[in-house]
Structure formats: structure tokens, C-alpha cells
């Protein structure tokens, strides 16, 4: 294995030293100073950021027309800007009021998940600075004791909704000093934005030292890069400015620069053809081999939402305005890419049924030279009249049917779906309830892969066999998606649907990472126990039906300038 140079800080100085296996920062620590537990912040709100950064832009972005469902939610963000952000969610009082204008009982759930939550904490020089995937007591711990980037979110979440942001501006910190790593695989050197999938603090009680130790891929089961992270970096840090209304960590020149070396990864300039991104799998949630290779839907909404982001936090000075300016054009493309060739609805499916091959030119209709024969037999059936969603992946001669939650939870959340496609994706999900949800929300993509095609498509991977863990497995985390998705549609009720199967058995069965089988009754074959992700998801879900300001956080407005594109997307008129 190649010598890694990395920079180690003891007493102050920094020195050179070699790492033959991982980029490691040591750290020498006196424990008697640790500091008391995290405080609950009381920040005064500020203006929101959005407000101040959407005037400052280049391009002058007017709200859309505002629907039934942003006003049903807007009122509640009114509220939002009375009171403190920091304010926390009501469970500790007997009864709450802004339970979506009915009475809201603080479910026992509620203090299990946040004892839970905190036995999680992460601690680098006295300070918190993320949660670990899972309370794991098994032998079998891999890297389930590592602060993974993507698990943090959901309680980074918490913690805001809780009026507790320290942790979350720590996290973004540390992880910002992670990038700056130098990180290779084997001789070669990945990209300087790249963030970690995950990190862990070493302690050495008798050298009295800490030392923290990042993974870039070169650890990671495949050796693939997390394309995801620096997308959920920039999405928190928009979430941390907005609930706190602080704005000067994202105006720090260090996350200036973090953003745009993130974004400069993706904004690259190379051979494509599509504004979508090009990704191996295993890059992102399904972080093993399970097809999503070529343009994955999780990666392309990420990608857009972040790009949304950043447009919201990065300074139009000298450094900030060229970067912006490509923002801009990509989002442009992205989106009118993403809604013309990723949507799929009865309409589109009739389309592609119908269509003709090998067409040359311009003029081309069936423009990826998709063949009708590789449509699959089950999504005949499974595309209700009503409803349509964001589709697997697009790329020549190939589309990936299957319907993968987070990403269109995210398409929801970052208005990548036009208002009618929010409704239709939310039209979908309840009229294929039994599919998606059936006895424990939330499927993270539908349907599995089953016996010629799993060998093929995961190469024989035994984890991913049918009906579990990423191949059709349910993940209660993605109730917090969902959460949100429903909030911002005005569907407050299927959340709540949704919640309740979660509350019949998360706590019972010692809150698993994953469920199995059809309808998600088992609990998955190597679920790790208490996976923090899944408690914080809950937690956060149960905050935003309680306040539903909190989804200003994690949600964006439609952008009028990013003109839907509705030519074929008719299914809500059927
Ligand atoms: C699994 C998941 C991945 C998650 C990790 C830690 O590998 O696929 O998304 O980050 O576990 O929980």
C-alpha cells in the first residue's frame, strides 16, 4: 500500500508524518479540560438567509405562484419567523397545538429515540462532533462505529429541530478540515473536493491522544467514492443557516472554498452529453453494487438540490461569481434534462411502448434509442392512472425502472418535481401503498432484483439478495423523507399513516436498520440493532408533523426561472 503524507498537529505545531493504511489527524488532548455538555443555544433570529441571499444574486429569481400546499405550509413558516428558531420542539409539554390543527400526544417513543439519539455522540477535543451509524454490540461492528456523512443528517436535523446546533456546526467544521486531506487509492489521487463517506476519533488513554481517521472510498467495501457527501454537506449547511439564522459560518472563506471544491468535482468540464451526473455504484445511500451505475436518480437530485444550495450560501465576490454563473447554467440544464427524460407517468410508459428505433438525428423522438422489449413486465401494472415518478436512471439505450425513494422524496424537497410531478409522485405512493410502505415505511427502492438478474446486475451479492437490505429492503429512515415530502404537498396524513406502522414496532424490535421481505415484516437478515439513523429519522419526522416550520430547512420553493417542462407529463389529467 502507497505512504500517505498527512499533516499531524501535536502541542500546536504541525509536523509531516507517514500513514501507511488511512489520512489520520493526531491530536494530542489533555481529557481534564473537556468542556460540559452541548448548551441549548438561543439564537436570535436573524433575517432569513434565503431573503438575503435570493436579492444578492445574479439572477433575480421571483417566487412561483404560491400553491395550496406551500400556503398550508407557509403558515406555519410564518410562525417560524416569530418565534426563535431555536425553539424546541414541543414533546416535553403534555399536549402541543401545532400538531397540523389536531391534538398531538408526546408518543413514549419519543424520549427512548433521544436517549438513544445522545448515547451516539461522537466527541474529538471535548467537543461533539457527530453521532455514530449504530450502538452496535456485536463483533461484527465493520464501520458502524464511524460518523458516516450521510447518517449524520437526520440527526443534525434533530438536533436543529431541537434547538441544539453546536454539534452540527462542529460536524461541518471538522468534516470541512477532512477535505483538505490528502486522499489517495493506491497511487492514485482523488479529487480535492472529494469528502469523506465516514470518520471516527481514535482515543489513546495512555498516550493521551485522539486521533481521527477519515474514509474517502479507500477503506470502503468496493473502494468507491461517496458522491453523496459533499452534496449532504452543502444541503446542511443551507439547513444549519436557515434554522439558525446564523449565516456567518457559511460565510466563512473556508466554506466558500469547501463549496466550491465540491462543486467543482461535478461542474467539471469532460465528454459528456448530459448535464447528469456520471457515478460507478456503490456511491451513494446503496452503497454496494446494485445497478444504479451510469446517471442514479439519487445522485442527479442530490446534485440539483446542492446546486440549489449553494446558489443560496455562496458570496457573489471574485471567487464566488464564476462559480455561480455556472450554477446557474447547469441547474438549467439539469432540470429540463431531469423532467423530460426521468419522469415517467402513463403517458411517458405508453410513449416508450410505442416507440420506434434507430432513429438518427435530430429529429429523433426516442432520442436514447431505448427498446421497447426492455420495458419490465411488472411496470405495466405498477403505473397507477393517477400519479408518476423520477425513474432509476436514463442513459443510451437504457432505463431503470425502478422507483427509488430517497430520490424522489428529495425531488419533492428541492422542487427538481414540478408541483404537478409532487403531487403525482405522492399520487403514486398511496395508490401503490401495499408495495412501497405495506407494514414498515419505507422501501428504499421497488421492485428487487430476483435470480438470473441479481446474479448479473449485483454480482451474486448475498446481501443484497431479493427483498432485502438495498435490493427492496425498508428502511425506516426515509420515514423523515417521506415526512417531509408529505408536509410539503399538504398530505400531512399519509405521513402520519406512515408513522403510526413505524411506532407498532420500531422500539419492540430495537430499532433496525433495515427490514425484509415483500411487505417488510422481517427484520432484516443482518440489520444492525439500534441504527441511529433510524431512531433520528423518527425523531425528526415526529418534530416536523408537530412544527411543520421546520421544513423550511430542508425544503426549497419551486425556482419559476427553471421552467417546468409539461409537454408529456399529463398523468394528473387522466
Ligand atoms: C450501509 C448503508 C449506507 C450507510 C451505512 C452506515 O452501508 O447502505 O447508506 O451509510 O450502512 O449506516
Redesign the pocket.
Same mark, same amino acid.
Do not use: K
Given at each position: 500500500m502507497s505512504k500517505l503524507t498527512v499533516d499531524t498537529f501535536q502541542n500546536g505545531s504541525i509536523k509531516n508524518v507517514d500513514s501507511s493504511s488511512s489520512v489520520q489527524e493526531l491530536e494530542e488532548y489533555d481529557f481534564s479540560k473537556l468542556p460540559a455538555r452541548p448548551r441549548n443555544l438561543n439564537l436570535e433570529r436573524q433575517r432569513s438567509f434565503e431573503e438575503r441571499s435570493l436579492s444578492e444574486l445574479p439572477v433575480g429569481l421571483s417566487p412561483h405562484p404560491p400553491s395550496r400546499a406551500d400556503n398550508f405550509y407557509r403558515a406555519f413558516d410564518n410562525f417560524d419567523n416569530v418565534f426563535s428558531p431555536s425553539k424546541r420542539s414541543g414533546f416535553n409539554t403534555p399536549m402541543s397545538q401545532f400538531g397540523f390543527g389536531q391534538s398531538f400526544e408526546p408518543h413514549p417513543m419519543i424520549a427512548e429515540a433521544w436517549d438513544n439519539l445522545r448515547r451516539t455522540l461522537v466527541h474529538f477535543r471535548g467537543q461533539p462532533v457527530g453521532t455514530i *451509524? *449504530?450502538l452496535d454490540n456485536s463483533d461484527e461492528k465493520?464501520?458502524?462505529d %464511524?460518523v458516516?456523512? @450521510?447518517?449524520f443528517v437526520p440527526s443534525a436535523l434533530a438536533f436543529l429541530m431541537n434547538g441544539e446546533p453546536e454539534i452540527v456546526k462542529n460536524f461541518l467544521l471538522k468534516t470541512l478540515r477532512l477535505q483538505s486531506w490528502e486522499k489517495k487509492i493506491d497511487r492514485f489521487q482523488l479529487g480535492e473536493g472529494v469528502m469523506p *463517506?465516514?470518520f471516527k476519533v481514535l482515543h489513546d488513554p495512555i498516550r493521551n491522544t485522539e486521533t481521527l481517521i477519515a474514509d474517502f472510498g479507500e477503506s470502503a !467495501?468496493g473502494r468507491v467514492a461517496?458522491v453523496d457527501s459533499g452534496f449532504w454537506w452543502i444541503i446542511l449547511l443551507r439547513a444549519y443557516t436557515k434554522s439558525t439564522g446564523d449565516t456567518s459560518l457559511a460565510e466563512k472563506p473556508e466554506c466558500q472554498k469547501g463549496m466550491r471544491l465540491i462543486l467543482s468535482l461535478c461542474l467539471s468540464e469532460g465528454f459528456d452529453t448530459f448535464p447528469t451526473l456520471l457515478c460507478a455504484d456503490g456511491c451513494?445511500? !446503496?452503497? @454496494?453494487r446494485m445497478g444504479v451505475y451510469g446517471y442514479p436518480i439519487e445522485i442527479q437530485t442530490l446534485f440539483f438540490m446542492a446546486l440549489r444550495c449553494a446558489m443560496l450560501l455562496i458570496k457573489q465576490d471574485a471567487s464566488g461569481k464564476e462559480i455561480l454563473e455556472r450554477i446557474v447554467k447547469r441547474l438549467h440544464a439539469l432540470s429540463y434534462h431531469m423532467r423530460s427524460y426521468f419522469w415517467l407517468d402513463l403517458k411517458q410508459l405508453n410513449d416508450i411502448y410505442r416507440y420506434k428505433t434507430e432513429e438518427y438525428s435530430h429529429t429523433a423522438v426516442n432520442k436514447f434509442n431505448v427498446m421497447p422489449d426492455s420495458l419490465p413486465e411488472w411496470i405495466f401494472d405498477f403505473m397507477p392512472t393517477h400519479g408518476g415518478y423520477f425513474i432509476g436512471n436514463v442513459g443510451p439505450s437504457k432505463m431503470d425502472f425502478r422507483w427509488f425513494c430517497l430520490a424522489n422524496c428529495i425531488a419533492i424537497l428541492s422542487s427538481l418535481a414540478t408541483h404537478e410531478q409532487q403531487t403525482a409522485i405522492m399520487d403514486l405512493i398511496e395508490s401503490r401503498w401495499e408495495e412501497l410502505v405495506g407494514d414498515m415505511p419505507l422501501k428504499v427502492c421497488y421492485p428487487a432484483i430476483e435470480s438470473h438478474e441479481w446474479r448479473i446486475v449485483t454480482g451474486c451479492d448475498p446481501k443484497n439478495t431479493r427483498w432485502s437490505?438495498?435490493n427492496g429492503g425498508s428502511w425506516p429512515v426515509l420515514l423523515w423523507l417521506l415526512t417531509a415530502a408529505c408536509i410539503k404537498t399538504g398530505r400531512p396524513q399519509i405521513a402520519r399513516r406512515a408513522i403510526e406502522l413505524a411506532e407498532a414496532r420500531l422500539s419492540k424490535d430495537g430499532w433496525p436498520?433495515y427490514y425484509d421481505g415483500k411487505n417488510g415484516r422481517y427484520i432484516g437478515k443482518q440489520a @444492525?440493532k439500534y %441504527?441511529?439513523?433510524s431512531v433520528a429519522g423518527y425523531l425528526v419526522a415526529k418534530m416536523m408533523l408537530e412544527d411543520p416550520s421546520h421544513l423550511g430547512m430542508i425544503s426549497l420553493e419551486e425556482d419559476k426561472q427553471l421552467k417546468p417542462v409539461l409537454k408529456r407529463s399529463s398523468s394528473w389529467t387522466f
Open positions: *451509524a *449504530a465493520l464501520n458502524y %464511524q458516516f456523512v @450521510r447518517d *463517506a465516514s !467495501i461517496p451513494c445511500m !446503496i452503497d @454496494r437490505y438495498h436498520e @444492525r %441504527q441511529t439513523w
